[in-house]
């Protein structure tokens, strides 16, 4: 990869494992140490995971997601399965080891599953390391076997309560049973299974241990999330946000949580959990910053790359996409753009800053 403008190099800390090589005249390529091509972010950060939302479109409205009426992308801003795969697969050339396709939900996009397929490619070349997906698996019953075929082991299934008449309030469109039957399909066809619970003061907090009893119980690991400022949506969010600080120090008064080094790429850290065995994520993005350690930028189904969840900036990688056949123009921007990756979000919830950090909603930059 070529990286930086001249001879200058835009990376300013370099991860140990990173080497230079000058292979030309102004040219500085950066690999890792497998001698593969790595992105280095200006802190040093190496980007190797790219979420794509590969429709911002949603069977579910999802209270703390979306509002009820939403106005979605038009379909001619969309990119196509073929332009996605071509971007997806730049970026793999450049260093991408860890790829999440997410939305809205995934597996509502007509054909998701000629796009999977295609990329199951990058897994068997051995330059892709992990292929996989959060979804809220309304969907799963039908598309269980064929993803584990494409090469997919392990997938995020969203679920934020197991009692059917909440699942309903918090979805306003799902059907937990649906979702349930989807997760046993999963299983069955070789899929292990990480289950996603925003946790929301109120409405499931009391059901936290319930859940976390359940994933263990049936080989599941659980990640609890504090619901972040994305987007305008119908609600309060202060009535909504619940500290996983908090959530954690309830369940040590009852479970022996032991911090683990486990690591799935994303920013969850991990403990486990003595009496069930199991493992018992956090996703902390207000009550503790994760930003020191992100990796990740994110794809938008129209193109545009942000360099960060929390931040409204943002690159276009559409039109050098569709500029030319080569992909050096797209590569070129993409270099750019992550030399202006941000340090981090600034993500508030109090009553003082009840509105949203940025205006866009989750499912546009893919969660
Ligand atoms: N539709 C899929 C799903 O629900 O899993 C994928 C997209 S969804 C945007 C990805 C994840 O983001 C889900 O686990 C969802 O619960 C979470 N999420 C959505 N909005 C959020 C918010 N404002 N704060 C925290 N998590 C959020
Ligand atoms: Fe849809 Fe996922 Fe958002 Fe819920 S969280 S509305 S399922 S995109």
Not at 16 to 41: C, F, H, N, R, W
Not at 45 to 72: A, G, P
Not at 111 to 125: A, D, K, Q
Request: glycine residues 10%; negative net charge.
């Amino acid at each position: 990869m070529v990286w930086g403008t001249g001879n200058q190099l835009v990376a300013a800390k370099m991860e140990p494992s990173v080497s230079e090589t000058t292979p030309g005249a102004g040219e500085i390529k950066l690999t890792d140490s497998t001698g593969q091509s790595s992105m280095v972010d200006p802190f040093g950060r190496m980007v190797s995971y790219l979420r794509v939302s590969v429709t911002d479109r949603c069977d579910f409205r999802c209270v703390y997601c979306m509002s009820e009426n939403m106005t979605f992308l038009p379909k001619k801003d969309v990119l196509s399965l073929e332009e996605l795969d071509r971007l997806c697969s730049a970026f793999i050339e450049k260093g991408v080891r860890k790829l999440r396709l997410t939305g809205g939900e995934p597996l509502v996009r007509r054909n998701i599953m000629s796009l999977i397929e295609g990329l199951g490619r990058h897994l068997e070349s051995g330059q892709l390391e992990e292929l996989t997906l959060t979804t809220n698996g309304s969907q799963l019953g039908r598309f269980a076997h064929q993803l584990h075929d494409c090469g997919v082991r392990r997938i995020n299934v969203s679920m934020d309560t197991r009692n059917a008449d909440k699942f309903h309030e918090i979805t306003r469109w799902g059907q937990l049973e649906k979702v349930q039957d989807g997760i046993t399909a999963a299983q069955a066809a070789g899929l292990h299974i990480k289950i996603n619970m925003v946790a929301l003061k109120d409405v499931n907090a009391d059901e936290i241990e319930d859940m976390m009893r359940w994933c263990h119980d049936g080989g599941m690991d659980l990640t609890l999330i504090e619901t972040m400022p994305l987007g305008e949506i119908d609600g309060d969010r202060t009535d909504q946000y619940l500290p996983l600080s908090r959530v954690r120090a309830d369940l040590m008064e009852r479970y022996t949580l032991e911090d683990i080094p486990y690591k799935t790429g994303g920013p969850a850290r991990y403990v486990e959990v003595k009496e069930t065995g199991g493992r018992l994520g956090f996703i902390t993005p207000l009550s503790h910053n994760f930003c020191e350690s992100c990796n990740r930028v994110r794809l938008t189904c129209t193109g545009t790359l942000y360099m960060c969840l929390g931040q409204d900036d943002a690159a276009d990688l559409r039109a050098p996409l569709r500029a030319s056949e080569s992909n050096e123009p797209l590569s070129a921007a993409i270099d750019e753009a992550i030399g202006r990756k941000p340090k981090g979000h600034d993500f508030i919830i109090d009553r003082e800053h009840n509105g949203p950090a940025v205006t866009r909603h989750m499912s546009v930059t893919g969660g």
